[in-house]
Each structure stands twice: as structure tokens, then as C-alpha cells.
């Protein structure tokens, strides 16, 4: 059974920082793409970031240089760097793994999803 968990979610005030971590399990996902996801309330979800296989790496404009995705192919692990948090940086954040490319993720969509960790950032 596969399962994705988040960790490192919190309160932070703006211009702080949190490392975010989802660890995969059930299955090898070394040749899987890992990425992040978020949604605010009232709001849909928005990607993120995502990593293929191979270590390339894809940002969304709205985070591009304040956040930094990066994985552990060993560990079947995905983290996600934030720094410079906003206030409108607060949402539930999500991991996700796909099979195929970064382009199916920018899509939003995904073979597997976590539950989800709250992120918090106060002004």
C-alpha cells in the first residue's frame, strides 16, 4: 500500500523559513516524479514544484526563488525549502508522486497524494 507523509508544517511568522518533507513508502518510486502542491482556503490547488527522476527540477512562477524542491532518491523522500514566507503562503501544503513526467504534475494531476500539513505564516 502506498502511502505519502508530509512533515515540517507549522506556524512561522513572515520572512521565515520551513523544510518540508514527505516520505513515500509501499513501493520503489526512484523512477517517479515527486512534487508539492498547495491549497488555501476557498481556493484551488495550485502546483508547486516537482522533481522527475533524473533530478531536474520545475518551480511555479509564484515560488520561483523562495522555494527550493530538491529529493532523496535513497530514501524515497521529497522535500521542499521555503524561505521569505508570506502571509498568502498559508495553506495546506501536499505531496504528490506520479509515474510519468513534470508535465502531468503541472497539470495537477498525480497517481498518489498525502494527507496534507498545515502551514501557517502569521505578518
Known amino acids: 500500500q502506498v502511502q505519502l507523509v508530509e512533515s515540517g508544517g507549522g506556524l512561522v511568522q513572515a520572512g521565515g523559513s520551513l523544510r518540508l518533507s514527505c516520505a513515500a513508502s509501499?513501493?520503489?518510486?526512484?523512477?517517479?516524479?515527486m512534487g508539492w502542491f498547495r491549497q488555501a482556503p476557498g481556493k484551488e490547488r495550485d502546483f508547486l514544484a516537482a522533481?522527475?527522476?533524473?533530478?531536474?527540477?520545475y518551480h511555479a512562477d509564484s515560488v520561483k526563488g523562495r522555494f527550493t524542491i530538491s529529493r532523496d532518491v535513497t530514501k524515497n523522500t521529497v522535500y521542499l525549502q521555503m524561505n521569505s514566507l508570506k502571509p498568502e503562503d498559508t495553506a495546506v501544503y501536499y505531496c504528490?508522486?506520479?509515474?510519468?513526467?513534470?508535465?502531468?504534475?503541472?497539470?495537477?494531476?498525480?497517481?498518489?497524494w498525502g494527507q496534507g500539513t498545515q502551514v501557517t505564516v502569521s505578518s
Open positions: 509501499g513501493r520503489t518510486f526512484s523512477r517517479y516524479t
Open positions: 504528490a508522486v506520479d509515474r510519468d513526467g513534470i508535465g502531468t504534475m503541472i497539470s495537477g494531476r498525480a497517481d498518489y
Open positions: 522533481i522527475s527522476w533524473n533530478g531536474y527540477t
